[in-house]
């Protein structure tokens, strides 16, 4: 099993920037393609942004390409979720999530992933 813990949730207010951590252990890190989605109140899950295993490989969903920047850090079993110009419909719990690859560029479904965190709170003000 791979266990995965978020942090760096927070309430801020628009325009502000947040740093998502999520933390690894139980398996090989390295090895996985690692997403991250959230989930506002009332709606769906939705696709936010996912990372290969080596980091050389990115993809956004629209709304946060140009503010939000995934990386990773093999060596310390963590990948991160950068956030900036945060608006207000950023607001949502948000997941990261592991899967191992298969030959795909990348992953944008929340059932593609096997493995997945808890959640950390995003709260944007106007």
């Known amino acids: 099993q791979l266990q995965l813990v978020e942090s760096g949730g927070g309430l801020v207010q628009a325009g502000d920037s947040l740093r998502l951590s999520c933390a690894a252990s139980?398996?090989?890190?390295?090895?996985?393609?690692m997403g991250w989605f959230r989930q506002a109140p009332g709606k769906e899950r939705e696709f936010v942004a996912t990372?290969?295993?080596?980091?050389?490989?990115?993809y956004y969903e629209d709304s946060v390409k140009g503010r939000f920047t995934i990386s990773r850090d093999n060596a310390k079993n963590t990948v991160y979720l950068q956030m900036n110009s945060l608006k207000p419909e950023d607001t949502a719990g948000y997941y990261c999530a592991a899967r191992l690859p298969s030959g795909k560029m990348y992953y944008t479904r929340g059932s593609d992933y096997a493995y997945w965190g808890q959640g950390t709170q995003v709260t944007v003000s106007s």
């Open positions: 139980g398996r090989t890190f390295s090895i996985y393609t």
């Open positions: 990372i290969n295993w080596s980091g050389g490989t990115t």
